[in-house]
């Protein structure tokens, strides 16, 4: 493995770690931090066979990173989002959805061009955006069905504060995030499709 490997698992750790010492909810803590780690064990069970761009890697890390954060506090008490810009509501939750979609889009785009699944440019767009909606309705029928099965935990994992519209809010965040993932990151993104041996 390379140092940036090493550097790139010592992040994720380090915050694995520091994430589940104490947390507001261990049951909340595992399920919110479920995903980063399927995400790692998916990562290291096909890098033999796949290897994204430094910019996927590093955007995988990050989303990583705000679920870690989110699984400590729960998504409804991260400190820093509290009274954020004078909201009442916290809203890391929509960071976390914005993310959902960010990072996804820039996965999904990289396995659709590398793998020559698609070919145009705007049925990729039309791909990698019904490829991300329908990637965050799945999760949040994941949430309603884990909700319905823990009543208890419900609140915590859910994180709607009492919005009557947190779950179709979440969906359209996680199509900005997508939408803004391809306009910002495309051109740099094609750079390192073209710079980095596949």
């Known amino acids: 493995m390379s140092l940036k490997t090493y550097a790139w698992l010592a992040v994720f750790v380090t915050c694995f770690i520091w994430s589940g010492i104490q947390p507001k909810d261990y049951f909340t803590w595992m399920l919110e931090v479920l995903p980063a780690v399927l995400a790692l064990v998916l990562l290291g069970a096909t890098r033999s066979r796949y290897q994204f761009t430094r910019l996927v890697y590093c955007l995988i890390l990050v989303h990583c990173l705000i679920l870690m954060v989110g699984g400590h506090y729960t998504y409804a008490e991260v400190p820093l989002f509290d009274n954020l810009f004078g909201m009442e509501r916290n809203n890391y939750d929509k960071l976390g959805h914005f993310a959902q979609g960010f990072v996804p889009a820039m996965v999904a785009r990289e396995i659709l061009i590398t793998q020559q699944v698609v ?23 994941i949430e309603w069905f884990v909700a319905e099965l823990t009543a ?47």
């Open 119 to 141: 070919r145009g440019k705007w049925w990729l767009i039309l791909f990698i955006l019904s490829f991300c909606l329908g990637f965050s309705a799945f999760y949040e029928l």
């Open 152 to 198: 208890t935990g419900a609140e915590a994992f859910l994180g709607t504060q009492g919005y009557t519209w947190d779950t179709q809010s979440d969906m359209a965040f996680a199509l900005l995030g997508a939408i803004s993932a391809l306009l910002l990151l495309s051109a740099w993104h094609d750079r390192q499709l073209e710079a980095e041996p596949r």
